[in-house]
């Protein structure tokens, strides 16, 4: 399972269903790092090598460009339904060896 770091936005359902899933989620506020940039969510994850996890697509695509050697960045498209955005996550995540270096999208269905 992965270690996962949570921005500060990522819906807590959604980090509470993951962890029944056997991922270790950690969010922004509970390392005491609320209000901090991207570019410190992401050094935070890679000082504590886990892969972040976002909804904030666009501000960390750029990372990735910029700051390639990282632990994953899993961004998401924003779904209201929590059950199936969690489902979607655990499934893209199971399906890689490994997240280092790497992003990984997970796209809503469309309709």
């Given at each position: 399972m992965a270690n996962l770091y949570a921005d500060e936005q990522f819906p807590?359902?959604?980090v509470?269903?993951?962890r029944t899933s056997g991922h270790?989620?950690?969010?922004v506020q509970e390392a005491g790092n609320a209000g901090g940039s991207d570019p410190d969510v992401l050094a935070f994850a890679v000082s504590n090598e886990r892969s972040v996890l976002t909804q904030n697509r666009r501000?960390?695509?750029?990372l990735h460009i910029q700051q390639p050697l990282h632990?994953?960045?899993i961004v998401c498209t924003d779904d209201k339904n929590l059950e199936r955005l969690?489902?979607?996550?655990?499934?893209a995540?199971?399906?890689e060896e490994s997240l280092k270096?790497?992003?990984?999208r997970v796209n809503r269905p469309q309709r």
């Open positions: 807590l359902p959604v509470k269903l993951l270790n989620v950690l969010t501000d960390f695509m750029q632990n994953g960045i969690a489902t979607r996550i655990n499934e995540i199971s399906a270096c790497k992003l990984i």
